[in-house]
């Protein structure tokens, strides 16, 4: 994809130059009309003919409006383009592991959580800003939610169809991005703003509404009287003051409005066309068409059409603004209260549409991104979830996904309708840690929906636990030792009441010593067995490896080693079976200085 993107930038920096050319053009071309309209205008009166000169007058002015017109016009693909290459430009740093422009996700960040913390999940470098392409709120909180907590098969089955129509369509899923990056930089006030107001009552006051409906017809009445009956003027005047005054009047009720969706027109106009790219689409996959159809509204517009009706008549009572403009509209149409009143009938009639649809665009961006994920990596694989009478949890070349492929070691691994405890033992920083990381990360993204870093995966449907990074707080004055007899109560807790819980447990008990650190972990291990608890511990302690002595149907022993090699440390980071034999923390701390004695 790297190819890809950078030709469609090397094209979309093209078009900023060309559309760059064409408003400088358009823009010299308008004051070369204006100064030659108007020389062309001063000799027209030597002429002494008036309608030449009006003639002229008119086709400067449409010629000029035109310019302006088509410089706008101009100017708007200028934008688009440039916004395009800010896509771009992300999609190419996402896929050389650099920086994000999309949130990370660190307001999600929960110590408390059953893995998140442990897998980075959120925060810099973590899943979620590795697959987030929502701009919008609702997504960003959309794709937190799918990845806190796994979805049932058939959810999962049809996220998986529809990302992979997605992933194809390189172009829409660009162009989504691109319409809604303007969310990015919005105050997310003003679309709670818009969702309050849509949940507000609506006014009643039938009298008002009746007369503003027949206002302009009154007013229009009394000055056709008053141009064949001078003396009505006064009462033309009257009606215009009677009418301005209905609006003072209504101030408080009509600002209460526009405070409220007043700012918001221009962005409701960048939202229809993000429903309208939606709208517009033939999809195939089931969840796709399924979205689609909730955009369907009552009066045939679809929701594009309505949220551009909405745009339209706030743009409408935005003409108050201009208080000249607005005293005029107002005494002879009531403008404020027409529109007002307009807005609350649009409101009637569309507001459960609306609501709806601002979650289904969430859903289409978690969707994109996802499928821009597996544009992005495509020799991954979309795993198959099916049910199990036991456990089933088997994988291919399994890979850490936010580790670079070119340093990325994956392994295979096995549970097959079985319930185990695996015993992980190893050297320092041979890669134990990781692997539980890689096999949490993986299920937790096969069960959102989403491809995973492997050739080939099977699991059944599960509830993640995880104990790994402990953590001492100082808001909960809690001390590490006591974070780690927290964290393992929730392990020992979850097991027994999720029949689907899979526990990964990494180097219990840290903040005590040797010995009851040996004697703690046994037990707990022992615990999870009688529990029927299923699941991988990682251990210095070779100990714990010989539970299988005790338990040789139930725990399996697996191990990651070093080779030494003149000296110096090597790492294969390959799982094996059996304990490992190699220990290399002497070797460590010889490296900083510290001799042991032997």
């Known amino acids: 994809m790297i190819e ?7 094209n979309t920096t093209a078009q900023i130059t060309r559309y760059s050319q064409l408003v400088n053009r358009y823009s010299l071309s308008r004051l070369v009309v204006i100064l030659a309209g108007l020389a062309l205008l001063f000799f027209s009166f030597k002429f002494d003919n008036i309608w030449f000169s009006l003639t002229l007058a008119l086709f400067i002015a449409i010629l000029f409006g035109w310019l302006v017109k088509s410089q706008m016009a101009f100017e708007v693909q200028k934008d688009y383009f440039l916004t395009m290459k800010a896509v771009l430009e992300n999609e190419l740093s996402e896929c050389e592991f650099r920086e994000s422009i999309y949130s990370d996700g660190s307001q999600f960040i929960d110590d408390h959580h059953p893995y998140s ?6 925060g810099p470098r973590s899943l979620f800003q590795m697959i987030n392409r929502c701009a919008t709120n609702l997504g960003v909180n959309e794709l937190a939610n799918w990845l806190k907590a796994p979805a049932e098969i058939v959810a999962i089955e049809g996220r998986q169809e529809a990302v992979k129509e997605l992933s194809e369509m390189h172009t829409w899923r660009l162009h989504f991005q691109t319409v809604l990056f303007f969310c990015l930089k919005l105050d997310n006030d003003i679309v709670s703003n818009l969702h309050s107001y849509l949940k507000q009552p609506i006014q ?18 009394f000055l056709a009287l008053a141009v064949f009956i001078p003396k009505m003027l006064a009462l033309l005047f009257i009606v215009s003051l009677i009418h301005v005054g209905i609006i003072v009047s209504h101030q408080l009720y009509i600002n209460k409005t526009d405070a409220q969706i007043g700012k918001i027109g ?13 709208e517009d689409e033939k999809w195939q996959s089931s969840l796709c068409i399924h979205l689609a159809d909730d955009f369907k509204t009552n009066s045939g517009k679809g929701v594009s059409g309505s949220i551009k009706e909405l745009a339209g008549l706030i743009k409408k009572l935005d003409y108050r603004l201009n208080v000249y403009v607005a005293v005029v509209l107002n005494a002879v149409f009531l403008w404020d209260l027409k529109q007002v009143f307009a807005i609350e009938d649009w409101k009637k009639s569309n507001t459960a549409n609306i609501d709806e649809a601002f979650h289904v665009l969430a859903k289409f961006e978690v969707l994109n991104s996802l499928a821009s994920l597996s544009a992005n990596n495509n020799k991954w694989i979309y795993p198959i979830v099916t049910k199990s009478e036991n456990y089933l949890l088997e994988a291919r070349d ?14 295979d691994y096995a549970l097959i309708n079985e319930r185990k405890i695996d015993i992980i033992t190893g050297s320092n920083m041979a890669g134990k840690s990781t692997f539980l990381r890689t096999i949490g990360i993986n299920a937790v993204m096969a069960l959102c929906g989403a491809p995973v870093c492997a050739a080939q995966m099977r699991l059944s449907p599960m509830h993640l636990i995880t104990y790994m990074r ?5 808001n909960e004055s809690t001390s590490t030792f006591k974070a780690e007899l927290n964290r393992l109560q929730m392990v020992l807790e979850t097991v027994p009441q999720k029949t689907n819980a899979f526990f990964l447990v990494d180097e219990m008990l840290r903040g005590t010593n040797s010995v009851d650190k040996y004697r703690g972990s046994k037990a707990v291990v022992e615990k999870l067995i009688a529990s029927n608890g299923v ?13 299988i002595q005790k338990y040789p149907s139930y725990i ?17 980071y390959k799982l094996k079976d059996g304990e490992c034999k190699t220990f290399n923390a002497s070797l460590l701390l010889k490296q900083i200085g510290v001799e042991i004695e032997e």
């Open 4 to 10: 890809y993107y950078q030709q469609q930038l090397n």
């Open 117 to 122: 913390s442990d897998l980075d999940v959120f």
């Open 204 to 221: 009643r006051n039938k009298a008002l509404r009746a007369y503003v409906k027949v206002a302009p017809f009154v007013f229009l009445g």
């Open 266 to 278: 221009k962005t409701l106009s960048k939202f229809s066309e993000a429903f309208k790219t939606i």
């Open 398 to 411: 399994l890979g850490h996904p936010l580790i670079a492929e070119s340093f990325r070691i994956t392994n």
């Open 470 to 474: 402990i953590r001492d707080s100082l």
């Open 535 to 547: 699941g991988i511990v990682a251990t210095h302690d070779l100990q714990i490896a010989h539970l």
């Open 556 to 572: 399996r022993n697996y191990y990651f080693d070093i080779e030494v090699r003149n000296g110096a440390m090597v790492f294969d």
